[in-house]
């Protein structure tokens, strides 16, 4: 009779398998470790589906409207704003908030 395995004894038994694979057919694999052999392949493929589902993803990023982000004491040690696009380069002035916001948000339209 077969085992009745969780998910992280088929990863051990998976991963076990894949250290001697080029030495081992699946079918000695299974009957050494007293394994279905559909059962191995199933959860093969399950466990394939679920590192390939752990690739990163983009998240969005809302922008605040408000123009009140840069502070006063800032200001100071800022003096511009470079934002390459491409081969285009933006040089804005820290004083012009809307513009920067104006900028940003369009580009995040156009991409």
């Known amino acids: 009779m077969y085992k009745k395995l969780d998910n992280d004894a088929w990863e051990e038994y998976l991963n076990k398998f894949n250290s001697v694979k080029d030495t081992i057919t699946v079918k000695d694999f299974c009957a050494e470790n007293n394994l279905s052999?559909?059962?191995?392949?199933?959860?093969?493929?399950?466990?394939?589906?679920?590192?390939?589902?752990?690739?990163?993803?983009?998240?969005?990023?809302?922008?605040?409207?408000?123009?009140?982000?840069?502070?006063?004491?800032n200001k100071s040690t800022l003096k511009e704003v470079k934002i390459n696009v491409g081969n285009a380069n933006i040089l804005i002035p820290v004083s012009e908030a809307t513009l920067i916001t104006a900028i940003i948000k369009e580009l995040i339209l156009k991409c």
């Open 37 to 73: 052999k559909s059962q191995f392949y199933y959860h093969k493929k399950r466990v394939k589906k679920l590192t390939e589902s752990k690739e990163p993803v983009f998240q969005a990023i809302s922008l605040n409207s408000k123009v009140d982000n840069i502070k006063e004491e």
